[in-house]
């Protein structure tokens, strides 16, 4: 995966003291040293050094950074709703060190052009951001982009999202090409024909409210049509924000079967439900839509089993004038950033470990940026490693206040919300951007 982050100014030694380092290989309780960007010792007690730097992890988990798959930075095109500066310092701030810039900007992620500009934009970013390619020429859904030329750059996840390709034969061509780049074709499920004028879940409350609905088989004909072309193919496939249960029991027969398919869930899918635009605040409006509590409930299982490989925040900042439409009117998104960790740990009946797999490690290895691929996010707190870290304390709590937010958007279905669980510092590259709650820059 392409992607770039910020010159690390960090300090001449760092130590986290007092935490519980939990990574894939289990939980321990550990201080850690940090010297010139990377991990050199991690171990009980350990000395700071004259003019180190010591962040206090007491009861606390030390993690890998956390990775988002799913990110919508906004930067180019639509700088009024974010930039990669303010998106990634929200991403800091919720423990983020690495985030995936989807590609549908003005212009589309569609060209070495375009994915070059974006990595030169993220230079100093307070996050590796890395770069998602479109499948297509523009996200029009009708000739192939560049594949080749984006992989060459490091791009490893390719979509089109916001859009799902509508031609089965065309994406049938992306998988095998795909499959030969050694990249990952990323999928926004929704079939046009069922979903075209839906402006929430077709349901009971869409039925109740008189608004325009999207049935979930919108959803589950397309996730259907490309485990179909995986079988086909042996391309690899990642489902993006999945909704409904008859999506994720497809996720499940596809992964019983061995086929190269992952798939994410985006917090308010598991957190929010249908029923959440009875009053039509077009905060509540996101695509997918939200769904009954039955998929919520299945979303949540699929979490829980392993059905489902990652939660990805699907960040959808909109500036406020957009968002504040009749609800049809209304662009779909959510802010995620800094809420992401928080819900999962408050709303899902998970481990705190179980939790940052899904949010760190198993994310990073689907983006291709953990050390298999050659990328340096999701691994090992050890000796050697780079250090990218997320301090997590589980038992805060905090108020969701959508003008504290670092995005330069404010739509957040989670205002006034309490939730436990908070991140401390954000350590990238070993600076501290994110300390006590509090970015540093």
Known sequence: MAERGRTPAAPA?????????????????????VADGRVVEVGADLAAGRGATVLDAAGCAVAPGLVDLHTHLRQPGREEAETIETGTRAAALGGFTAVVAMPNTEPALDSAEAVRSVLELARGAT?????????????????LAPLAELAALGVRLFTDDGDGVQSAGLMRRALEYGRGLGVTLAQHCEDRSLAAGGAMHEGAWSSRLGLPGTPAAAEEV????????ARVTGGRVHFLHLSTAGSVEL???????????????????FTLTDGCAAGFDPVFKVNPPLRPPADVDAVRAGLADGTLD????????????????????????????????????????????????????????????????????GGDVTPGAPAHLCVVDPGATWTVAATALASRSRNTPYAGRTLTGRVRHTVLAGEPVVVDGEAQR
């Open 251 to 269: 996720v499940r027969r596809a992964r019983a079967e061995g086929l190269a398919v992952t798939a994410e869930a985006a917090p308010h899918h």
């Open 310 to 377: 990652a939660i990805a925040t699907d960040h959808a900042p909109h500036a406020p004038e957009a968002k504040d439409l009749p609800f049809e009117q209304a662009p779909a998104g959510m802010l995620g950033l800094e809420t992401a960790l928080a819900l999962a740990l408050t709303e899902l009946d998970l481990p705190l470990a179980r939790v940052l797999a899904l949010l760190s490690w198993q994310p990073a290895a689907i983006a291709g940026l953990d050390a298999a691929h050659g990328g340096d996010q």
């Open 127 to 143: 996050a590796h951001v890395a770069v998602a390619g479109a499948i297509t020429v523009g996200r029009a859904g009708e000739r």
């Open 222 to 229: 397309m996730v259907a049509r490309d485990i179909a072309l």
């Open 13 to 33: 030694e760092l130590v986290v003291r007092g935490g519980t380092v939990t990574d894939r290989s289990g939980e321990r309780r550990a201080d850690v040293r």
